[in-house]
């Protein structure tokens, strides 16, 4: 599910309750009961003319007689609110990303790892894309241990590679990444109201604000080697979750953000289980770093320090100065 987003609200129904729920919806009041969703959250909400939107939508689904036959109609009301993060995943899509996975035949994204010229400790931050809290376990547990061995090995600087990370969920990338951060307030967002909430590590929690959004059973790990430099590499492709990653680094003073502007995703989703288990995720906030600086124009993406427009690692390599 890449790019779905940074949290997940309301994840887990009984089976027995959403399957009643389900049996008592006909295609006019699941419409309504998404409208409801995304008249109270969307970050857009003061732009939208809902009484548009909820009539044209209630009337397509009027002539509707089931559920399903209802998912076209809240696709299309997603399109209005002109975020171009939203989206709407039915309940087979959610089961299969609810899947480990090499339950799905995937390979998993573990982090590549090495110890450059002797001294850059290299580590990429891949997307993972799945709701499956034993996969993110082991995604943040594997990147530690990777962390580990490179900061036993006296680097003189880390590299953390983000230029293929096109988004994904956010809470395990954010965990993964946390020992490198200055900062608990490094990264979050600002919702429909104005108001700015921070994402933050606590033990095994994350939370946005004060609510806990994922829980991670990894023990938390402290570098000997956190002063030194920091390079983070981005790319266009470089999107959604990944440009989250990539901004919690912004204004951190031993770090540099280095290659193209990145995709421009810059938004933040909340996911909401629907009635029978498909998932509306909607954009709730746009993305804001440490310094308060907000990305709120679509496809505009977070500009690097310096700029490296080859494809080619070792030409983001060689610009650096610790390599020179």
């Not at 998404?34 to 044209?56: F, H, P, Q, R």
């Not at 540099?256 to 995720?281: C, H, V, W, Y």
Request: overall charge positive; proline content about 4%; glycine content about 8%.
């Amino acid at each position: 599910m890449t790019g779905i987003s940074t949290k997940f609200y309301l994840f887990f129904y009984c089976l027995i309750i959403s399957g009643a729920l389900s049996a008592q919806k006909n295609a006019v009041s699941y419409v309504e009961e998404a409208i409801t969703l995304m008249k109270k959250n969307s970050v857009n909400k003061g732009t939208v003319d809902w009484t548009k939107l909820s009539e044209e939508a209630l009337a397509s689904a009027a002539g509707k007689g089931t559920v399903k036959e209802a998912y076209p109609i809240i696709t299309k009301s997603l399109e209005l609110l002109q975020d171009q993060h939203s989206g709407f995943y039915p309940p087979e899509m959610v089961s299969a990303y609810m899947k480990r996975y090499t339950e799905s035949g995937l390979e998993f994204p573990y982090a590549k790892d090495s110890l450059i010229n002797g001294q850059l400790a290299y580590l990429s931050v891949p997307a993972i894309g799945n709701l499956n809290q034993d996969d993110w376990k082991l995604y943040v547990s594997d990147f530690y241990k990777k962390i580990k061995a490179l900061d036993a090995s006296n680097p003189k600087a880390w590299i953390l590679d983000l230029r293929d990370n096109d988004g994904g969920m956010f809470s395990p990338m954010f965990k993964a990444i946390q020992p490198f951060l200055d900062s608990e307030k490094a990264v979050g967002s600002i919702d429909n109201s104005g108001r700015a909430s921070y994402y933050a590590n606590r033990k095994n929690d994350v939370l946005f604000g004060q609510t806990v959004i994922a829980t991670i059973e990894v023990p938390a790990m402290t570098l000997q080697h956190k002063k030194i430099p920091i390079y983070i590499l981005v790319s266009k492709k470089t999107a959604s979750s990944g440009e989250f990653v990539t901004a919690a680094f912004a204004g951190q003073k031993n770090t540099t953000i280095i290659g193209t502007p990145t995709q421009g995703l810059t938004s933040d989703n909340s996911e909401f289980r629907m009635s029978d288990g498909a998932i509306l995720k909607l954009t709730t906030g746009i993305l804001v770093n440490r310094k308060g600086d907000q990305y709120k124009e679509v496809g505009k993406g977070i500009a690097p320090d310096r700029y490296v427009k080859s494809r080619n690692l070792q030409d983001y390599i060689a610009s650096l100065p610790a390599n020179r």
